[in-house]
C-alpha cells in the first residue's frame, strides 16, 4: 500500500515549489502516480528517454542507469528519495542536465570536484532568481544583516529563493537554524516577480538548464552558502534583527 505523508507541505513558505503539483502527489508516496505526471509531463532524460520511477534494486548505477534507461532508482519509504521525486517534477530540465552532466564529468570510484560541484547543487541548490546585483553581492558576501533586515523590503521585491536541493526538502521536515543552502543565481527582470509561481518554475528550470549546459561547474566554491531558514519569512522569528546574530548560523 502507498505510504500517507502528513501535512508536510504546508508546514513551511519554502515547501511552495511543490504546490503547483497534483495535490496527490503530495499525500500519498505512491510511483504509479509520479509516473502518471511524468507522462503527462513529458519528462525525459538528456537523451530524450522517458523518465520512470522505479523500484531500487541492487547493483543500480545511479547516475549511469538514468542516463542509460530513464528509470530511476527510488525507494517509496524513503522521504529523500520521494522529494527527490517531486524535484525531477518540477525542476525536468535543470535535473535531465545535472544526470547528464555527471556522466560528461566521468563516472569513478571516487567523485571528482565538477561531480561534487553537481551533487551539491542537486542535494541542497538554491535558485536564487534576482533583479538587483548588489543584492546578490551582499548574499555572496554574507551580510546577513544588511541583506535580510536594512534591506529586507528591497529583498521580497527584487529576490525570489525556489529550492532545487531534494536533500534540503527532507531537512525541513525537521527544521533546524543551520539548515544550509547552496545558491545559484538567475538573473531576471523585474516583471519575473509578476508571474504565478508555475510560470517562474518554468523559466528558472529553462535557464538554469541553460546555464550549466553553457557553463558546467567546475567547483562547489561557485555556490555561495545560504542559511534557509534566514530567507525572508520563512520562519516568523526572522522579522528581528536578534534573528540574525547569531554567529553559528550566520557568518
Known amino acids: 500500500m502507498p505510504a500517507r505523508t502528513n501535512h508536510w507541505l504546508h508546514s513551511s513558505p519554502l515547501y511552495a515549489p511543490f ?6 502527489l ?6 504509479s502516480l509520479l509516473n502518471h505526471h511524468a507522462r503527462e509531463l513529458n519528462i525525459c532524460n538528456a537523451n530524450g528517454l522517458p523518465i520512470q520511477f522505479v523500484l531500487q534494486q541492487a547493483n543500480m548505477g545511479y547516475e549511469t542507469h538514468i542516463n542509460s534507461t530513464g528509470e530511476i532508482p527510488t525507494r517509496t519509504d524513503n ?3 520521494y522529494f527527490n521525486a517531486l524535484a525531477w517534477l518540477i525542476w525536468p530540465r535543470t535535473k535531465a542536465v545535472l544526470n547528464d552532466l555527471h556522466l560528461r564529468a566521468g563516472i569513478t570510484s571516487t567523485r571528482n570536484r565538477p561531480r561534487d560541484a553537481l551533487t551539491l547543487l542537486d542535494e541542497s541548490g538554491v535558485i536564487v532568481a534576482c533583479s538587483d546585483t548588489q543584492l546578490w ?36 521536515r ?29 523559466h528558472l528550470d529553462q535557464q538554469l538548464a541553460q546555464q550549466l549546459s553553457a557553463t558546467p561547474p567546475l567547483t562547489a566554491s561557485l555556490f555561495p552558502p545560504l542559511p534557509l531558514l534566514g530567507i525572508p519569512d520563512a520562519v516568523p522569528e526572522n522579522a528581528y534583527a536578534a534573528y540574525y546574530q547569531n554567529r553559528l548560523v550566520f557568518r
Open 19 to 24: 504546490l503547483t503539483l497534483p495535490r496527490a
Open 26 to 31: 503530495t499525500q500519498t508516496r505512491d510511483i
Open 79 to 81: 522521504w529523500h528519495d
Open 137 to 172: 553581492q551582499q548574499l555572496a558576501q554574507h551580510q546577513w544583516q544588511d541583506l535580510f533586515i536594512d534591506q529586507r523590503e528591497r529583498v521580497k521585491a527584487n529576490m525570489a529563493f525556489h529550492l532545487l536541493g531534494h536533500a534540503l526538502y527532507e531537512k525541513l
Open 174 to 202: 525537521h527544521p533546524y537554524p543551520s539548515i544550509t543552502g547552496k545558491c545559484t543565481l538567475i538573473s531576471v527582470t523585474a516583471d519575473f516577480f509578476q508571474h504565478d509561481t508555475y510560470t517562474r518554475q518554468q
